[in-house]
């Protein structure tokens, strides 16, 4: 991920950080609340662990997802949105409400995620 030192637009510096295939993705699964490395793996279909973590530190530098890390053993991490991040949210599910009016124009079968 790449952020420019300049923009014409503030939407260009949004898109930027939620660039990728999957980082709307992780944003979307993150509304649920803190999940685990493991969670998110498994939730997102078609993403692998290194392109996960890949995002996840992404969303980290530009403040949208941050981490809690527990003590003891097995290690345990916990992601969640920032406050940032629920702003951003509250874009994606704009997004999200008019790909189901979309889908169900085109007649194809609504899977709710």
């Not at 709307?24 to 793996?41: F, P």
């Not at 890949?54 to 053993?73: A, F, P």
């Amino acid at each position: 991920m790449k952020i420019r030192d300049k923009y014409t637009c503030p939407l260009e510096l949004i898109f930027d950080m939620i660039a990728g295939k999957w980082k709307c993705i992780i944003i979307w699964r993150l509304r649920l609340g803190k999940q685990s490395l493991a969670a998110l793996n498994k939730d997102i279909e078609g993403i692998n662990q290194k392109m996960l973590l890949q995002h996840l530190n992404e969303l980290m530098d530009c403040k949208i997802v941050d981490k809690n890390t527990y003590e003891g053993y097995p290690l345990r991490v916990e992601y969640f949105l920032t406050e940032f991040g629920k702003e951003i949210l509250s874009g994606l599910e704009v997004f999200q409400s008019i790909g189901k009016k979309y889908l169900k124009a085109e007649g194809n079968v609504i899977e709710l995620c």
